[in-house]
């Protein structure tokens, strides 16, 4: 079920991408733009470069809600951000691990 909101280029459906607003048609959040063009420094005309399946009037539109919706969005942002250094604490770097010597297969070292 999607909701509606003033903006032609954004809707939230429950089924898709958590229900966060996102741009319609596609798969990419509301946020996601946000953080590429508040946190990474990216224009719009650079994010549709990165992403032609945009167009420059979408990633706009998604700005535009971002600004009317900042709060929210930016609460969402730190949320993902919290979950996602939850999951990197709890999950070891197969990487690091091996660099370390350590075994990758979750089995122990024989003494």
Not at 19 to 31: E, N
Request: glycine share 6%; hydrophobic share 35%.
């Amino acid at each position: 079920m999607s909701q509606s909101n003033d903006n032609a280029y954004v809707e939230t459906t429950s089924d898709v991408c958590g229900g966060k607003p996102r741009i319609k048609g596609h798969r990419i959040r509301v946020q996601d733009i946000a953080v590429w063009h508040e946190y990474q420094g990216l224009t719009a005309d650079e994010i549709v470069a990165r992403h032609p399946q945009l167009t420059l009037a979408e990633v706009h539109g998604a700005l535009s809600y971002y600004y009317e919706h900042a709060q929210q969005i930016r609460i969402a942002i730190r949320e993902d951000q919290e979950f996602a250094d939850q999951l990197k604490s709890q999950t070891p770097s197969k990487l690091v691990l091996k660099l370390s010597g350590m075994p990758t297969d979750g089995t122990a070292l024989s003494s």
